[in-house]
């Protein structure tokens, strides 16, 4: 039996803003990445030298920065100057990262459950560096356990060769980063590739086989348009692939376009607002689902639940550790948060003195690691309360009350004895919403 709000007129949400203005929206971690502090790195070490709490799955993250252009909405670390010899000594210090890593008591005889290599562009990397790296990744860290092996790509830099490699490697979840099917929309925006090159990757990687191809999409770019989000939900209808990632517009700081609107003046950026980029993704869910594909969380659909998964962000978001290895990578290891350094060289430097290359760190509390759990889980669109009752102890529903019954009155959430679930209309905002769960020191203005 569902539970519902009581039966007076609903309250009014927080206001939202309309205009897409500077700023990250996208909520990746909790505690706040903010609160990270270098003062806290020792607290690493004491995390390294435990061992592992049982069935504490492990996964390995690689950072691979390099990409042929910068994307103008870009605002990860990365590179395009790099020639092949700083790349070659890039990945040999990353193996030696993970070296330093192999030999720590956390590690407890595991072997990684997920791998995944994200950018940047890893896709950038030759055949032959691609499998010196990963040849060397497995002889420290056997891949032999691993439920998934996670490639991002982007389609202008496969090759059916490199595809072939990418396969041979053991990739089980490739990545396409299209973003949008329209060449202006692409070049405007800075992607490197074309589409032309979407259509001939994506057909290449379906006659290897991979067992899960996924399409990135972003709604909201520069200068795209509704005729253009419905023609490129049609295109991604017609690829047909096991699963699709959409992304909102949000525009950081450290962007290009962030950079142009200061040089003018201007507080709003060239992208579509708030409202119609989450109409958009509304669309964009409603026909996948007429296809047959099921809404996964706020971001993703899958064509076959029982088949496709997403190992790499369930486990993290179910407390999983992570190597998190290159500049600026995120880990968390044995309940503690912390992050590479984040600039190039610096981050090569350290390793060649054989030291850990990280920045700064976090220990969160476990209240704070319930908040964590609570707020990534919910981006799934449902919280299970008996887990959260198994695993802290904590009765969810008292312990969030308000922050339950603001939710309920304002018609984004239902209570379905043990199952607490977003509606579709939370679900599209759910990185506004899930700030009703920070704890008052963590809590920012910063609303979409």
Known sequence: MTTTAPSQAPAKPPPAESETTVGNYFVANYP????????????????????????????????????????????????????ATAINSYLNLAIQELQLYAARPFIGGRKPQFIYFGGGTPSYLSESQLLNLTGQMKQLLPWDAAEEVTFECEPGTLSDHKLKTIREIGVSRLSLGVENFN?????????????????????????????????????????????????????????????????????????????????????TAPVADWPTKRRWVEYAFAELEKAGYSVASGYTAVKNP???????????????????????????????????????????????????????????????????????????????????????????????????SKLRSWNFLQVDGDCLRLTRDGLLQVDRLVHEFFLPEHRTSRYV
């Open 183 to 267: 060449d202006h929309v692409l070049e405007i925006n800075g992607r490197a590739h074309r589409s032309r090159e979407i259509r001939r990757s994506y057909h290449f990687a379906r006659e290897l086989n991979f067992p899960q191809i996924n399409i990135d999409l972003i709604a909201g770019m520069v200068e795209e348009t509704e005729e253009n989000w419905r023609d490129c939900v049609r295109q991604t209808l017609e690829l047909d692939p096991d699963s699709v990632t959409i992304y909102q517009m949000e525009v950081p700081y450290n962007t290009d376009i962030y950079r142009e609107m200061k040089a003018q003046g201007k507080l």
């Open 32 to 83: 706040p990445f903010s609160f990270w502090k270098p003062d806290r790195v020792p607290e690493v070490e004491a995390a390294l030298d435990r061992p592992p709490k049982p069935e504490t799955p492990l996964g390995v993250y690689l950072h691979i920065p390099f990409c042929r252009k910068r994307c103008h909405f870009c605002y990860f670390r990365v590179y395009t100057d790099k020639n």
């Open 306 to 404: 029982e088949r496709t998964h997403f190992v790499y962000r369930d486990s993290l978001w179910q407390g999983a550790d992570l190597i998190g290895l290159g500049v600026a990578s995120f880990s968390h290891i044995g309940g503690t948060h912390f992050q590479n350094l984040q600039d190039f060289e610096p981050y090569l430097a350290s390793l060649r003195e054989r030291r850990l290359p990280i920045y700064r760190a976090l220990t969160p509390t476990t209240d704070e690691c319930l908040i964590r759990e609570l707020v990534l889980q919910f981006k799934l669109g449902r919280v299970s309360a008996s887990y959260f009752a198994r695993k802290f102890g904590v009765d969810l529903l008292a312990r969030f009350a308000e922050a339950f």
